[in-house]
């Protein structure tokens, strides 16, 4: 059984840097489609980020796009989530989802197994 473990949340102030990484266990990570998903107090759960099986495609929501980088590496079955120039409107829950499927396509009911999620905060 898939189990996934989110790292790296804390408390920082605006323009500050963050870098979350998911542990994966209990399959073979490069057969699966991995992703971020966040989900703010009274909000939704938002799709963050996406990483194909091998790296080579990612895929990411306007809000972050050219501040936060989505990486994996298929040797020490982790994903990261490098967030740069953080706002406060990135405060949430960030959850790391995973997938045995290609590409990078697809929102939260495309994701069968899910970690418990790391709190970041982003405060003056």
């Known amino acids: 059984q898939v189990q996934l473990v989110e790292s790296g949340g804390e408390s920082v102030q605006p323009g500050n840097s963050l870098r979350l990484s998911c542990k994966f266990s209990?399959?073979?990570?490069?057969?699966?489609?991995m992703a971020w998903f966040r989900q703010a107090p009274g909000r939704e759960r938002e799709f963050v980020a996406a990483i194909n099986r091998i790296g080579s495609i990612t895929n990411y929501a306007d809000s972050v796009k050219d501040r936060f980088t989505i990486s994996r590496d298929n040797v020490k079955n982790t994903l990261y989530l490098q967030m740069d120039n953080l706002k406060p409107e990135d405060t949430g829950v960030y959850s790391c989802?995973?997938?045995?499927?290609?590409?990078?396509?697809?929102?939260?009911?495309?994701?069968?197994?899910w970690g418990q999620g790391t709190q970041v905060t982003v405060s003056s």
């Open positions: 989802a995973a997938t045995p499927a290609q590409g990078t396509a697809g929102g939260p009911e495309s994701y069968g197994d």
């Open positions: 209990g399959g073979t990570f490069i057969m699966y489609k």
